[in-house]
């Protein structure tokens, strides 16, 4: 009788100790309690930990709990300031969980999403060769509203949590009259505008920084951030990025996200109240980096400059950040894995990669990938020296054993070739067509040239009109390397039809970053249309010859492969006069497979140039026949084929 007792005080203990705490009576958390749980939500089958930063008064002497199955408190740790608490947990099944905290007699919960992750998701494909990537400055491309121009603290935003993102105010105002105002434009406006840049054979969107900057001035460049889980509501708010990203890939676009975790901006809300005192690099005293990037690679290089590297702030305005912090280090491989899992994105974009601590975005970089093994991401290295740009791409065979884990690098020194080239008309040995040549005859400095983003300009950049003197013949010589030469393109809003500076104010970098003409209701000329570009005159007076030349190649190079994956065999001409030999200024090489070629022939000087076709012999004898991509005419390519002053030859054919 005792014993059978004894056995049901047992059962009921055991029954006690695995039935789940009650925690329905348990009040929500306010304002005052919880500000904020990052990352918003989470998924289930993710390769990453879940690791939340909470913050709220106080909270780091809350001891925390969940309320349902599914999702458990694995680890709890403090941080140097006691409003911040960072929470590890174990995630089982998805579902709409409350995390209960506890301080004394004091409980209340936030709720928190774990939602099904979706079929395929890890094995998803990234960008590629096959890819021509458009970029854009969102705030001057289009506005689809002046309604979300101006946002006011108190507004309620969807954000992919269980709760609505309150705004904060936001003190930039727009004015289209200052080149570094924000100018209004919106993710709606690029959706809108989303068949236009499908039409121009694009397949990939990167938009500079869509996330919050709450600068008080020159917010509109967005890399300045002010909050890594929301979009600037000025742009639109997450759910409408989410669809931006939807409507794409709808189009067969891809997006890739410009992400920065180098820096922020002295708005984020952390700055006033860090989680660690060593959360970014300190203000005081202030030290301005010194853009050494050779000090990682450098065998001679001081301790005190590669510091100052790592640790000195980009500018005044963004604070760095200390990836040697660990929970600085998660934060970041968290963001940039939820903004891939909720939006769907197809890559990323790193900005400013080498002024992080190498090591801990090595780490950043194999996590994303870890999570994602196809996912291509692509750093900006800005350097015009070929060594210390390749030392930057994964699995380079640096001699100090460093592995960036970084799949691709953007090319500077190609782009800094091609403008001088295509503004050199009187050329000395190395001068013209030459830097092109001496450029891709390094190559073999590259550990894997189909992960390199070509590109001749960017927002960061002068406009390539400008560079080109206004010259849409050499404008299209540009057009046509990014065409046909190795990588993976990149293109900038409006160089399809040579956009320019502004010239009614001052030049600086927002003078650059000029309004899409037609992308905001009022505008007197619409480049959006054909209509439009055909009647255009005046700055804008050669814009349908430009964009109707880069369609023709872009929607070309979307189905050659030769161009997408083939190899280059580069040609450059000169010829005799007497005893010297001069250099040509023009320039020829075949892409090519097994199957197919293409031959490219760029004549960048003032004079028709006739073929000689024998100097080819080596990977073609006698004449072939084939397509000339740009008029769609049949052409046999044989000595005496003459292209014009300041234009190109491309053709196609079978091997």
Request: proline share 5%; glycine share 6%.
């Given at each position: 009788?005792?014993?059978?007792?004894?056995?049901?005080?047992?059962?009921?203990?055991?029954?006690?100790?695995?039935?789940?705490?009650?925690?329905?009576?348990?009040?929500?958390?306010?304002?005052?309690?919880?500000?904020?749980?990052?990352?918003?939500?989470?998924?289930?089958?993710?390769?990453?930990?879940?690791?939340?930063?909470?913050?709220?008064?106080?909270?780091?002497?809350?001891?925390?709990?969940?309320?349902?199955?599914?999702?458990?408190?694995?680890?709890?740790?403090?941080?140097?300031?006691?409003?911040?608490?960072?929470?590890?947990?174990?995630?089982?099944?998805?579902?709409?969980?409350?995390?209960?905290?506890?301080?004394?007699?004091?409980?209340?919960?936030?709720?928190?999403?774990?939602?099904?992750?979706?079929?395929?998701?890890?094995?998803?494909?990234?960008?590629?060769?096959?890819?021509?990537?458009?970029?854009?400055?969102?705030?001057?491309?289009?506005?689809?509203?002046?309604?979300?121009?101006?946002?006011?603290?108190?507004?309620?935003?969807?954000?992919?949590?269980?709760?609505?993102?309150?705004?904060?105010?936001?003190?930039?105002?727009?004015?289209?009259?200052?080149?570094?105002?924000?100018?209004?434009?919106?993710?709606?406006?690029?959706?809108?505008?989303?068949?236009?840049?499908?039409?121009?054979?694009?397949?990939?969107?990167?938009?500079?920084?869509?996330?919050?900057?709450?600068?008080?001035?020159?917010?509109?460049?967005?890399?300045?951030?002010?909050?890594?889980?929301?979009?600037?509501?000025?742009?639109?708010?997450?759910?409408?990025?989410?669809?931006?990203?939807?409507?794409?890939?709808?189009?067969?676009?891809?997006?890739?996200?410009?992400?920065?975790?180098?820096?922020?901006?002295?708005?984020?809300?952390?700055?006033?109240?860090?989680?660690?005192?060593?959360?970014?690099?300190?203000?005081?005293?202030?030290?301005?980096?010194?853009?050494?990037?050779?000090?990682?690679?450098?065998?001679?290089?001081?301790?005190?400059?590669?510091?100052?590297?790592?640790?000195?702030?980009?500018?005044?305005?963004?604070?760095?950040?200390?990836?040697?912090?660990?929970?600085?280090?998660?934060?970041?491989?968290?963001?940039?894995?939820?903004?891939?899992?909720?939006?769907?994105?197809?890559?990323?974009?790193?900005?400013?990669?080498?002024?992080?601590?190498?090591?801990?975005?090595?780490?950043?970089?194999?996590?994303?990938?870890?999570?994602?093994?196809?996912?291509?991401?692509?750093?900006?290295?800005?350097?015009?020296?070929?060594?210390?740009?390749?030392?930057?791409?994964?699995?380079?065979?640096?001699?100090?054993?460093?592995?960036?884990?970084?799949?691709?690098?953007?090319?500077?020194?190609?782009?800094?070739?091609?403008?001088?080239?295509?503004?050199?008309?009187?050329?000395?040995?190395?001068?013209?067509?030459?830097?092109?040549?001496?450029?891709?005859?390094?190559?073999?400095?590259?550990?894997?040239?189909?992960?390199?983003?070509?590109?001749?300009?960017?927002?960061?950049?002068?406009?390539?009109?400008?560079?080109?003197?206004?010259?849409?013949?050499?404008?299209?010589?540009?057009?046509?390397?990014?065409?046909?030469?190795?990588?993976?393109?990149?293109?900038?809003?409006?160089?399809?039809?040579?956009?320019?500076?502004?010239?009614?104010?001052?030049?600086?970098?927002?003078?650059?970053?000029?309004?899409?003409?037609?992308?905001?209701?009022?505008?007197?000329?619409?480049?959006?249309?054909?209509?439009?570009?055909?009647?255009?005159?005046?700055?804008?007076?050669?814009?349908?010859?430009?964009?109707?030349?880069?369609?023709?190649?872009?929607?070309?190079r979307k189905g050659c492969k030769a161009v997408q994956e083939g190899r280059t065999l580069h040609f450059l001409s000169r010829h005799n006069e007497g005893a010297r030999n001069i250099t040509d200024n023009?320039?020829?090489?075949?892409?090519?497979?097994?199957?197919?070629?293409?031959?490219?022939?760029?004549?960048?000087?003032?004079?028709?140039?006739?073929?000689?076709?024998?100097?080819?012999?080596?990977?073609?004898?006698?004449?072939?026949?084939?397509?000339?991509?740009?008029?769609?005419?049949?052409?046999?390519?044989?000595?005496?084929?003459?292209?014009?002053?300041?234009?190109?030859?491309?053709?196609?054919?079978?091997?």
């Amino acid at each position: 009788m005792k014993r059978n007792l004894y056995l049901l005080l047992a059962a009921a203990l055991l029954l006690s100790c695995t039935q789940a705490a009650d925690y329905s009576q348990v009040s929500e958390a306010t304002d005052d309690q919880v500000l904020r749980v990052e990352p918003l939500s989470w998924w289930t089958g993710m390769n990453t930990d879940l690791q939340l930063l909470v913050q709220g008064p106080g909270i780091g002497a809350c001891d925390v709990a969940v309320e349902g199955k599914g999702l458990e408190v694995k680890a709890l740790h403090k941080a140097d300031n006691p409003d911040y608490l960072f929470v590890d947990l174990t995630v089982k099944a998805a579902g709409e969980y409350h995390l209960v905290f506890t301080k004394g007699s004091e409980r209340f919960k936030y709720p928190y999403l774990i939602r099904e992750r979706e079929k395929g998701s890890r094995e998803r494909e990234s960008f590629t060769t096959a890819d021509m990537i458009y970029l854009i400055m969102p705030d001057r491309f289009a506005s689809a509203t002046a309604a979300n121009d101006t946002a006011w603290p108190g507004g309620a935003y969807e954000d992919g949590s269980l709760r609505a993102w309150q705004v904060p105010a936001t003190p930039d105002e727009v004015d289209r009259t200052d080149p570094v105002s924000r100018h209004g434009g919106d993710i709606q406006g690029i959706i809108d505008h989303l068949d236009y840049i499908a039409d121009l054979g694009a397949t990939a969107i990167w938009c500079t920084p869509l996330l919050l900057d709450n600068q008080p001035r020159e917010s509109y460049h967005g890399y300045a951030c002010a909050d890594y889980y929301h979009i600037d509501p000025r742009f639109g708010d997450n759910a409408l990025y989410k669809r931006f990203v939807d409507e794409a890939h709808a189009r067969g676009i891809k997006v890739i996200m410009d992400i920065v975790t180098n820096h922020c901006g002295t708005a984020h809300w952390w700055m006033e109240n860090a989680p660690f005192a060593d959360w970014y690099h300190p203000a005081e005293p202030y030290m301005q980096m010194n853009a050494l990037f050779s000090v990682y690679m450098d065998p001679n290089a001081s301790v005190r400059d590669r510091e100052r590297q790592e640790s000195g702030w980009f500018v005044p305005s963004m604070p760095d950040m200390n990836l040697d912090n660990p929970f600085v280090l998660k934060y970041f491989q968290q963001w940039a894995v939820w903004w891939i899992e909720y939006t769907g994105l197809d890559g990323l974009r790193v900005d400013t990669y080498p002024y992080n601590e190498p090591g801990p975005m090595s780490q950043w970089c194999k996590a994303v990938t870890d999570e994602y093994p196809q996912m291509n991401i692509v750093g900006e290295c800005w350097d015009m020296n070929i060594p210390q740009v390749a030392y930057w791409q994964k699995d380079n065979p640096n001699v100090n054993g460093f592995n960036s884990n970084l799949p691709s690098i953007m090319d500077f020194p190609l782009e800094s070739a091609i403008k001088r080239a295509l503004t050199e008309d009187v050329v000395n040995w190395d001068e013209g067509m030459t830097r092109i040549y001496t450029v891709l005859a390094q190559d073999f400095a590259y550990k894997d040239l189909s992960h390199m983003m070509t590109f001749f300009a960017n927002h960061d950049h002068a406009r390539t009109g400008d560079v080109l003197r206004e010259d849409p013949d050499r404008m299209k010589l540009a057009i046509t390397l990014l065409a046909t030469v190795r990588g993976i393109p990149q293109l900038y809003y409006g160089d399809e039809m040579m956009f320019l500076e502004r010239k009614d104010c001052p030049s600086h970098d927002g003078a650059k970053r000029i309004d899409f003409p037609g992308g905001w209701e009022g505008d007197g000329l619409d480049l959006f249309s054909e209509q439009g570009r055909r009647g255009a005159a005046g700055a804008y007076r050669d814009a349908a010859e430009l964009h109707d030349y880069t369609r023709t190649l872009f929607q070309w190079r979307k189905g050659c492969k030769a161009v997408q994956e083939g190899r280059t065999l580069h040609f450059l001409s000169r010829h005799n006069e007497g005893a010297r030999n001069i250099t040509d200024n023009s320039y020829a090489f075949f892409r090519y497979t097994a199957d197919d070629a293409v031959f490219v022939y760029i004549n960048n000087t003032f004079e028709p140039r006739a073929l000689d076709w024998n100097h080819y012999r080596e990977f073609v004898s006698g004449p072939v026949k084939g397509r000339n991509v740009l008029t769609g005419e049949e052409t046999v390519l044989q000595d005496g084929v003459t292209v014009a002053p300041k234009s190109a030859l491309v053709v196609e054919f079978k091997r």
